[in-house]
């Protein structure tokens, strides 16, 4: 297992990932699913170095981005001390090797070097599995609130209870 800067080479298979993420929220979560996501934003991930994958044996089996400020979401809590984990997508045919605690392991070290105090991440939605699932993997449940303004977000965050979930270092 590696896990290193995914590549403009790698935009593709990124898109592909999150299509099959798509299918499989229709299955587990209905009604709540991501939409399209912009190819100039993953891009620009790609080239800030914010768009990671982990490697197994060469191929990609988890795809994730962060951010260094997230106010929309986590409005006054956003004080410039958090990486923010966005939009984890696993690779079917590596489904179940949770890799959210391998990317908990990999960013506590990664924030700290950047000399943040917290790891953070959210979530749309009241899924008691996945809320449970990022507690096991050593995240604490903040709680569920709706976004004052989602107006420059994803559509998946328009008018959702979005979970808020922190690890603090």
């Not at 929220?25 to 620009?44: A, V």
């Not at 997508?89 to 506590?108: S, Y």
């Amino acid at each position: 297992m590696f896990i290193t800067n995914s590549t403009v080479a790698d935009v593709p298979e990124i898109f592909r990932l999150y299509d099959l993420a798509t299918e499989y929220q229709k299955l587990t979560f209905p009604g709540n699913q991501w939409p399209k996501f912009d190819r100039k934003l993953i891009t620009n991930e790609v080239l800030e170095d914010r768009q990671f994958k982990l490697l197994i044996e060469e191929k990609v089996a988890c795809i994730w981005a962060i951010t260094y400020s997230d106010p929309q979401i986590w409005e006054e809590k956003d004080q410039n001390d958090a990486i923010y984990i966005h939009r984890i997508a696993t690779n079917p045919e590596f489904r179940g090797n949770n890799f959210v605690k391998a990317i908990v392991d990999w960013a506590k070290p990664f924030a700290e070097e950047q000399n943040k105090r917290f790891v953070r991440l959210d979530t749309c939605g009241k899924n008691d599995r996945l809320i449970k699932h990022y507690e096991n993997c050593g995240f604490n449940f903040l709680g569920i609130n709706k976004l004052k303004d989602a107006s420059e977000l994803p559509l998946h965050y328009q008018n959702a209870d979005v979970c808020f979930f922190e690890i603090e270092l």
